[in-house]
């Protein structure tokens, strides 16, 4: 069992950062496809960004959703078994719960949202003036 509590949320200007992180405990995430999925309030999950795991199929891989890309970016710290969400140039648009998850061996890259066996709880990120 992987448990994954997520932290680094809060109230953010427009164009303001922020970074989250995912905290793993039970396993080491090193061995993990670790993915931020965000669900703004009224819409659906939408898978962020995920990172691959150090070895498996898709080893040394990395996706940005189009959203994101240029603004927000993911790393490990295998050391702290952690995985961080760095986002900058927040928009409105990015407010959302974000939860992380994990998942030991995608079917396919990127990951469906419905692969991923662990989650956290969430953290909310509000972006707003």
């Known amino acids: 069992q992987v448990q994954l509590v997520e932290s680094g949320g809060g109230l953010v200007q427009p164009g303001g950062s922020l970074r989250l992180s995912c905290a793993a405990s039970?396993?080491?995430?090193?061995?993990?496809?670790v993915a931020w999925i965000r669900q703004a309030p009224g819409k659906q999950r939408e898978g962020v960004s995920c990172?691959?795991?150090?070895?498996?199929?898709?080893?040394?891989?990395?996706y940005y959703a189009d959203s994101v890309k240029g603004r927000f970016t993911i790393s490990r710290d295998n050391a702290k078994n952690t995985v961080y969400l760095q986002m900058n140039s927040l928009k409105p648009e990015d407010t959302a719960v974000y939860y992380c998850a994990a998942v030991k061996i995608p079917g396919r890259w990127p990951p469906e949202l419905l692969e991923y066996d662990y989650w956290g709880q969430g953290t909310q990120v509000t972006v707003s003036s």
């Open positions: 039970g396993r080491s995430l090193n061995y993990y496809v």
């Open positions: 990172i691959s795991s150090e070895d498996g199929s898709y080893a040394g891989s990395i």
